[in-house]
């Protein structure tokens, strides 16, 4: 084993040389005359203990270990005070210090083992550390369950590109596990201890999400009352979540892509640029190459976005995690609702393991959510789970406009846009302007519910052609 590193820190060279005598044989020592000089020996390599001095010219004691601290909080520092003046040396055990030394009084077999006790505790330190990230690993990864192959073979791909910070993209359905996947990511990478901030891209309009992603200056627009930081700059040192990232424009794409490339931007209305170290993951449900193909999408933005990427499994590919995740989700529920229901029947895991899951793992927690909530017996049976997933036909637009529990966010998210539009009287505009949302979102939820052709002639005569639509860009 190498010998461990000793950092003695003094001005007053008699002190030190007698010090680092009697440790020399057994620790590799090394010595610096002030603060400065001690913090530049710091930046060049790593000590396990310093010794300091607390009168010191120049930075005193007290300052230079409150710099360690931060720079180098693994280290033991062990403060060198005189006879007499222990009041420095408790101030000093406040700020960070590990023990401290009474000059010319500490020596011999008595120096060693001060110094032995701190190596100790900075080794159960180390420890500790390490058994709280590996704690951090099973719980990020806890949460998310999946036995089949392709499961286990994301997790593990995941667990090693945390460590980078290379961008990743994640492609799947929705309901899938793309936002688990993403804080999995982030919550085992290095940056677990800085900020995860998440931006969806797909719930506002393209101005808000500039000036969301970059910030503003105040008065940069009308109602920029004040300054406002945008997420590149909360996500720094740590991750930005781009969810459904698609949704972005391309003269917004340009802009996105300057700071992947560059990793500095603008405020809106700022002349400054901002440096930031910011590790990007983005989600997208749609096929981006094929966004490329019909020029919705950016090429060299897909590439700057596509260094790792991750393919979710629709669930109906993986049906034998259906029972685990069932059981991991009537376990979440029955804690959430006070509940004790021990299983389910052999007739309901039958219907669950035969449906085609459309809105995957998602859906399947919805089921299971409002199973718990209903179900009265020991055992979740058939009679739980609603209609569609016992009879495979999804459920027909009700003209009601009640909530049924049970229903997807997709189906609730299809209804809501045909009943706008039929009171829009079909007028694609107008029904976007109503949900919130784009006419370029508006177009592309049609089209990915089939209902593209449904409204292209308005009720009232207005007449809406794809080509209208897409004149808007
Ligand atoms: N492997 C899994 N284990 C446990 N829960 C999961 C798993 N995958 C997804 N879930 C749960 O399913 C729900 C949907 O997951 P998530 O939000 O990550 O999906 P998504 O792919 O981002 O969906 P969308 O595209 O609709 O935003 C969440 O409640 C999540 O906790
Ligand atoms: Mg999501």
């Known amino acids: 084993m190498s010998k461990k590193r000793i950092l003695i820190v003094d001005d007053d060279t008699y002190s030190r040389e007698s010090i680092a005598a009697q440790l020399d044989e057994q620790y590799e020592v090394d010595q610096a005359e002030n603060g400065d000089q001690g913090l530049a020996k710091l930046e060049e390599s790593d000590f396990d203990v310093i010794l300091s001095d607390i009168r010191m010219p120049g930075m005193s004691g007290l300052d230079f270990l409150e710099r360690v601290t931060v720079t180098r909080p693994e280290a033991r520092v062990l403060m060198i005070t005189a006879f007499g003046e222990i009041g420095n040396a408790v101030d000093a055990m406040r700020k960070g210090a590990y023990d401290y030394l009474i000059k010319g009084e500490v020596k011999g077999e008595e120096l060693i083992v001060r110094i032995e006790r701190a190596l100790e505790n900075q080794e159960l330190r180390r420890e500790n550390t390490r058994l709280k990230s590996e704690l951090g690993k099973r719980f990020s990864f806890g949460n998310m369950v999946g036995k089949t192959k392709v499961m286990e073979e994301l997790f593990e791909m995941v667990e090693s590109v945390a460590q980078s910070r290379s961008t990743v993209l994640i492609n799947g359905e929705s309901g899938t596990g793309k936002e688990l996947v993403a804080r999995a990511v982030h919550y085992n990478s290095p940056r677990a201890n800085k900020p995860f901030i998440k931006l969806n891209c797909a719930a506002l309009p393209q101005d808000l999400i500039e000036s969301e992603l ?19 700059e909360l996500a720094d040192g740590g991750t930005l979540l781009l969810d459904e990232i698609s949704e972005i424009e391309p003269p917004l794409q340009a802009k996105l892509l300057r700071v992947l490339q560059e990793r500095e931007f603008e405020r809106i209305g700022s002349g400054t640029t901002i440096k930031v170290d910011v590790r990007i993951v983005a989600t997208t449900n749609r096929n981006l190459r094929d966004e490329i193909e019909k020029g919705n999408f950016r ?22 995690d259906v029972v685990h995740l069932a059981e991991f989700f009537l376990e979440r529920y029955n804690q959430e609702n006070d509940k004790s229901i021990s299983g389910f029947s052999e007739k309901a895991m039958e219907v669950l393991m035969s449906y085609d899951w459309p809105g995957n793992v998602r859906e399947l927690e919805n089921y299971i959510e409002r199973a718990v909530v209903i179900c009265k017996e020991p055992q979740v049976t058939e009679s739980h789970l609603p209609l569609e997933i016992l009879t495979g036909e999804p459920r027909t637009a009700s003209s009601g406009g009640g909530i049924t529990v049970g229903t997807t966010v997709r189906e609730m998210e299809k209804q809501l846009i045909l009943k706008t539009l039929e009171s829009c009287d079909g007028n694609r505009t107008n029904a976007a302007d109503t949900l919130g949302i784009s006419s370029r979102t508006l177009r592309n939820k049609l089209h990915e519910y089939g209902m593209s052709g449904i409204f292209k002639k308005g009720g009232n005569g207005i007449a809406e052609t794809e080509a209208e639509t897409a004149d808007e860009e």
Request: no cysteine; aromatic share 12%; hydrophobic share 35%.
């Open 214 to 232: 970059f910030g503003h200056e105040k008065g940069a627009f009308t109602g920029a009352v004040k300054q406002v930081k945008g997420r590149f």
């Open 299 to 320: 090429e060299d933005l897909f590439y700057r976005l596509n260094v790792i990427p991750v393919q979710m499994p629709d669930l109906r590919e993986r049906k034998s």
